[in-house]
């Protein structure tokens, strides 16, 4: 991973620091969801980098920041995937009516 500095003035990193708590962590969500938003990298990178688990957790990041999931055939066709291996695995707990 490649380490970036940034030079704040003091009383700036202090303040905000106050407000966001963890720079480190704020800075990469806004350099990320940037990312996302031009599209250079997918929700799949997105989730990912940040440590979400589901992509439920990903879209109400996204809609916090005011940016759209881009959810497209091609999720859809891996999450049904995914739910299938889930469900032959025993993992699945099906909801009865």
Do not use: C
């Amino acid at each position: 991973m490649q380490e970036i500095q940034i030079v704040l003035p003091d009383e700036l990193a202090y303040s905000l620091k106050e407000k966001w708590g963890n720079l480190e962590r704020k800075l990469m969500e806004i350099i990320v969801v940037e990312a996302y938003r031009e599209g250079s990298i997918s929700s799949g990178k997105l989730r990912e980098l940040l440590g979400f688990s589901t992509i439920l957790e990903t879209d109400k990041f996204l809609k916090a920041k005011g940016v759209d999931l881009d959810y497209d055939e091609e999720d859809f066709i891996a999450d049904r995937q995914t739910h299938e291996q889930l469900e032959k695995e025993g993992k699945l707990k099906i909801k009865e009516h």
